[in-house]
């Protein structure tokens, strides 16, 4: 409805949702690991890329291709969006951050975007994080990450929406994220 609303409003592009099972099983604390998140990554690279392409009447291009997750998804979209921004041009990241309390896991993400800064700002259309207050579960660990893409240059916009780790908050993060989709 949300999407459907913006649409008619003329607030949103029309646009393909696609919404896959991001439940990898493959080491660490569920899907937070980083084997878990190689397993998303490669899934939705080889399997629901390909199906969506092969079977969806798509304009193609990372101009034209967002991923988007929130709290575990937030992570997912962190480590496979930042990695192939050649393939998606929007990233939005709802309630969530690399935990600062797991650095075996953070760290190389950070040195990976150190190293490919230039990349990641330069095909990013939109680099859009949003928590829901400070009352998120996950609020410091992306106030933590936000510094620390500060420091890497990594370029991004950020939005607050007082809620907590809600679905409320991630309706008025999906609001304003798809709005700014292939303009």
């Not at 099983?25 to 998140?37: K, P, V």
């Not at 420091?151 to 993060?173: A, C, D, M, Q």
Request: charged share 15%; hydrophobic share 40%.
């Amino acid at each position: 409805m949300i999407l459907d609303n913006l649409i008619a409003a003329q607030k949103a592009k029309p646009m393909l949702v696609v919404m896959m099972d991001g439940n990898m099983s493959g080491g660490g604390i569920a899907g937070f690991g980083e084997r878990s998140l190689q397993l998303f990554e490669r899934e939705l690279k080889e399997a629901l890329m390909p199906v969506v392409e092969k079977n969806y009447r798509i304009a193609k291009g990372s101009t034209n291709t967002a991923l988007a997750g929130l709290s575990m998804g937030g992570l997912q979209t962190l480590y496979a969006g930042v990695r192939n921004t050649q393939m998606f041009s929007y990233l939005g990241v709802f309630s969530s951050g690399w935990f600062s309390n797991q650095p075996a896991l953070s760290n190389p993400q950070y040195e990976y975007m150190k190293n490919n800064a230039t990349t990641i700002n330069s095909n990013l259309k939109s680099f859009w994080i949003a928590m829901g207050g400070k009352e998120d579960i996950a609020y410091n660990n992306c106030k933590i990450m936000m510094g620390k893409f500060d420091e890497l240059g990594i370029k991004y916009s950020y939005s607050e929406y007082p809620g907590g780790h809600t679905w409320p908050v991630w309706r008025n993060n999906l609001y304003n994220f798809a709005q700014l989709l292939f303009k």
